[in-house]
């Protein structure tokens, strides 16, 4: 079934490890996204792709970083985790815009 | 860039009666307006959206208006349920953008 997926569902890890929460969608979509969700609700954007080897910067200032070698795939990597980054991770991708997002079922992060 | 502020931050209707959430744009370039439903635990669905070519749309007990003028636009709910409980986002963008500009999030409670 054409969706996208995001593994692990639920990370614990300690301080100073490195991680990467992947993200892959099955539906050809050019445009993909991370998003940081607060225990709260709201969602903030820190990494946008249009496409293969593209990737942006998004409104969230985050110490993550993000790769688009093959367009299924958008993995986002924490060089050395903090318990600042405790969050939601939300990954999602859309194909035109105008049709919205689609997204995956999200990380839950916590660093202790 | 866009702005999209959403009220109300928290909402609680009882069954059976209508809820509404409200959202302003700042943008008047933007022609898309999805809504979102996040029930707990679970990924954000689209569950209706309208372009800004039409004022209202309709899908059962959900309903979405667009006032072009004053930049704002509604989620209208009728005949509230139970499984209505969730945290509902709007968002906003226009042709040529590269991502959604979402709501703050308004976290809906029916009272059985």
């Known amino acids: 079934e054409a969706d996208i997926y995001q593994t692990p569902r639920y990370l614990v890890i300690g301080t100073g490890k490195k991680i990467t929460l992947e993200c892959s969608q099955t539906m050809g979509h050019d445009k993909m996204y991370w998003y940081q969700q607060d225990p709260g609700m709201e969602l903030h954007l820190i990494h946008y792709?249009?496409?293969?080897?593209?990737?942006e910067k998004g409104d969230l200032s985050s110490e993550s970083t993000v790769s688009r070698i093959r367009t299924e795939h958008f993995p986002l990597t924490l060089e050395s985790a903090r318990p600042s980054h405790t969050s939601q991770y939300l990954c999602a991708s859309s194909e035109p815009l105008s049709r919205g997002y689609t997204f995956g079922s999200g990380t839950r992060l916590t660093v202790v | 860039g866009e702005n999209v502020e959403q009220h109300p931050s928290t909402l609680s209707v009882q069954e059976g009666d209508s809820a509404v959430i409200k959202c302003t744009y700042s943008?008047?370039?933007?022609?898309?307006f999805p809504w979102y439903k996040q029930e707990l635990g679970k990924r954000p669905q689209l569950i209706i959206d309208i372009r800004s070519n039409v004022g209202e749309k309709k899908d059962q007990r959900i309903a979405v208006t667009l006032n072009k003028t004053a930049k704002h636009f509604s989620l209208h709910i009728t005949e509230t349920q139970p499984e209505d409980s969730a945290v509902y986002f709007c968002a906003a963008s226009k042709t040529g953008a590269n991502n959604l500009f979402f709501g703050t999030g308004t976290r809906l409670t029916i009272i059985p």
């Open positions: 792709s249009y496409g293969v080897n593209s990737t």
């Open positions: 943008d008047s370039a933007s022609n898309y």
